[in-house]
């Protein structure tokens, strides 16, 4: 069996490349979650980049400072993990770009 440095390096140059173009496509990709049944809303980047807030008026009405700051709380987390599951499943899109070997595990 001949081992083939030169196509490994290639291989492995081609997935840095792919996994840069991912990177930066999910700077682009954004998820939404709310919290409250939607009174708070919160936006981040697929690299989990916070890019907005949007809190109901309705919410603000009614004064209440630790409860808006709660729901704003739990919107953010449920942003980082839809960020984190769509990061996860466009970098699965890789792991057919490894050869097969027993015992691997890269995490993808």
């Not at 954004?30 to 919410?59: H, P, W, Y």
Request: glycine share 6%; charged share 20%; net charge negative.
């Amino acid at each position: 069996m001949k081992f083939d440095i030169q196509g490994m390096m290639q291989q492995a140059k081609k997935m840095q490349d792919e996994v840069e173009s991912i990177k930066r496509n999910l700077d682009n990709m954004t998820v939404t979650a709310d919290s409250g049944g939607g009174f708070v809303s919160a936006t981040m980047t697929g690299n989990t980049r916070l890019v907005s807030i949007k809190i109901s008026q309705e919410i603000i009405a009614q004064n209440d400072i630790a409860m808006i700051e709660d729901l704003v709380v739990a919107a953010v987390n449920k942003a980082i993990e839809k960020a984190n599951q769509l990061s996860s499943d466009e970098m699965s899109k890789i792991k057919n770009m490894l050869p097969n070997i027993p015992g691997l595990n890269l995490g993808f």
